[in-house]
């Protein structure tokens, strides 16, 4: 990344950053003089951690940080309260971040590509999400508490390890598209006959008899 890009007398204006293919391992700390930055795409880097500056960005709409190395992520990102979407797709994630959970505005999360084994029950409060996406981990629930995300209308959980489909999957009415393809499921509860909105259904690969 060149660093006059992050001179302080050129970025006040600026609205959307684009730095895709750089192999940068670290974001400088510059970025945070770019308080008028609503889109920020960093992906496709080696970026380890998220920078604690990244908290000043208070007009984030859009954060992409797909395909780096991030294994954790600090609670800085919990100040982007403007956050509507956040992809952390293709990373080291191996528990999901619960930081996050701060961000009650978000409409699509993508935790796609990681290591994560276990959806908290209090992924609730998120209940602004239109879009979640938890394909290609390591995921063996679905928690009950997914039925207050009732604005949800995309759930992809493909590539996991799912047993079981919830029976409180029946009060996210406005779902639109349900892909457990490839999961370990045995039996598809009735009760997803009163997902009325339902366009997509995908449980191909899985142990249905």
């Known amino acids: 990344m060149e660093y006059q890009l992050f001179d302080k007398k050129y970025n006040t204006s600026i609205i959307q950053l684009v730095v895709q293919y750089k192999k940068i391992a670290q974001v400088p700390s510059e970025i945070q003089y770019f308080t008028n930055l609503q889109e920020l795409c960093l992906s496709n880097n080696r970026i380890t951690k ?3 500056n990244i908290q ?3 007009n984030l709409i859009k954060l992409d940080l797909s395909s780096n190395t991030i294994i954790k992520i600090t609670h ?3 100040n982007l309260v403007n956050l509507q979407q956040l992809n952390l797709k293709n990373n080291k994630i191996i528990k999901f971040p ?4 701060c961000l009650t ?3 699509q999360l993508n935790l796609s590509s990681n290591q994560i084994s276990k959806i908290p029950a209090d992924i609730k409060v998120l209940t602004n999400l239109q879009q ?3 394909r290609s981990n390591k995921i063996k629930k679905i928690p009950k508490e997914i039925q207050f995300l009732i604005n949800l209308q995309v759930l992809d959980l493909q590539f996991n390890l799912v047993k079981k489909i919830p029976i409180e999957l029946k009060f996210l009415i406005n779902l639109q598209q349900l892909d457990l393809y490839n999961n370990t499921i ?3 509860p009735k009760e997803i006959q009163f997902l009325i909105n339902l366009k997509e ?3 191909s690969n899985n142990s249905i008899s």
């Open 50 to 52: 998220i920078p604690t």
């Open 56 to 58: 000043f960005l208070t």
């Open 76 to 78: 800085e990102i919990s």
């Open 98 to 101: 619960t930081e996050i959970l």
């Open 105 to 107: 505005g978000l409409q």
């Open 132 to 134: 979640l996406y938890f």
């Open 186 to 188: 045995q039996l598809i």
């Open 201 to 203: 259904l995908d449980l």
